[in-house]
């Protein structure tokens, strides 16, 4: 457990947990005998405190003296074929005297505490609210390079199955489709909890209520960024199905082809092999290599037709 207080418009950490003066209190897989401590001072019930040790949604709850926001924080930068995408949850307990942070090791948090102990930062991170915020929007900034990943792997995709479509690049196109589906649902639960801190809740001081507004523009950016590669990506599956179904045609067209052109020959060689008495030609002395001249002279004429005609 960490503790924090500002103090003349600085953030000091300090050992204990007091209240008379603006105070983050950060817990990293919090204990119990951490939880029971917080319980006390911030008057927070212990059981409630305990269930966020447990995975949620991203959510908003509104109490009558702070406000719960559960957001989930992507650890996975970069999208590839054998990395899935992997969340971490952070809860922020908001009052007007305290903020409290929940999580299990999520650099965002690590990151604004660096930044808001240096000195030459001390005066920017000026009250819970700006804090939060500074938090939140560590979260939303941290889905721009997977969105990134996401469209520089879609373009991959695009390229390799136009040159040659393969059983693993629609392999590679489900797994993709399966990440969306999960940041899907993480971006836009996420986007109701952002709407909701941009109405203002108990907490948020209403001169800080901006804050949280440009948190929710921000997330509605992702949120149709997202919606376009959704969309791009449910196109390279349809042109990888076209692709598929092209090949298949041209092999067919090949195979029918060359049917064509037995037909004929398999026809004459039927009609000579029937075991008749009465088959003048069979008595002919050149008999055999004109019928083979014939055979031979349709199948090339054929083929030249069909070559002539594009169909090969």
């Known amino acids: 457990m960490e503790i924090y207080q500002f103090e003349k418009g600085h953030l000091k950490e300090r050992t204990k947990i007091d209240l008379k003066n603006p105070t983050w209190i950060d817990l990293r897989d919090p204990t119990d005998e951490d939880i029971s401590i917080v319980s006390k001072k911030l008057d927070i019930p212990g059981f409630v405190l305990r269930s966020y040790r447990e995975s949620y949604r991203p959510r908003v709850e509104i109490y009558q003296d702070y406000t719960i926001v559960n957001v989930k924080s992507l650890a996975t930068k970069k999208i590839t074929p054998m990395k899935s995408l992997r969340k971490k949850q952070i809860t922020f307990f908001i009052s007007k005297k305290f903020v409290l942070t929940m999580h299990k090791g999520a650099k965002e948090i690590d990151n604004i505490k660096e930044k808001a102990l240096a000195k030459e930062n001390s005066k920017s991170f000026k009250n819970l609210n700006f804090l939060t915020y500074s938090i939140l929007d560590e979260v939303i900034e941290g889905f721009g390079p997977v969105l990134e990943s996401i469209d520089d792997h879609i373009d991959r995709l695009q390229d390799l199955i136009f040159e040659e479509a393969k059983q693993e ?10 990440t969306m589906v ?6 836009w639960a996420q ?3 952002m709407f909701s801190l941009s109405r203002g809740a108990p907490g948020i001081d209403p001169d800080n209520v901006m804050y949280f507004r440009e948190l929710y523009d921000s997330i509605l950016y992702s949120v149709d960024r997202e919606e376009l590669l959704r969309e791009m990506l449910t196109e390279i599956l349809d042109s990888y199905l076209s692709v598929v179904s092209n090949n298949m045609n041209e092999v067919m067209k090949v195979l029918t082809v060359m049917a064509t052109i037995m037909l004929p020959l398999t026809l004459i060689t039927g009609i000579y092999g029937m075991n008749f008495r009465n088959m003048p030609e069979i008595y002919w002395e050149y008999g055999y290599y004109i019928t083979l001249g014939i055979m031979a002279t349709l199948g090339i004429s054929m083929w030249m037709y069909f070559k002539r005609r594009g169909w090969v």
């Not at 690049?169 to 399966?178: T, V």
């Open 191 to 193: 986007r109701e909890a």
């Open 169 to 178: 690049h629609l392999e590679e196109l489900f797994d993709l489709k399966r």
């Open 182 to 187: 999960k940041f899907h649902k993480v971006l």
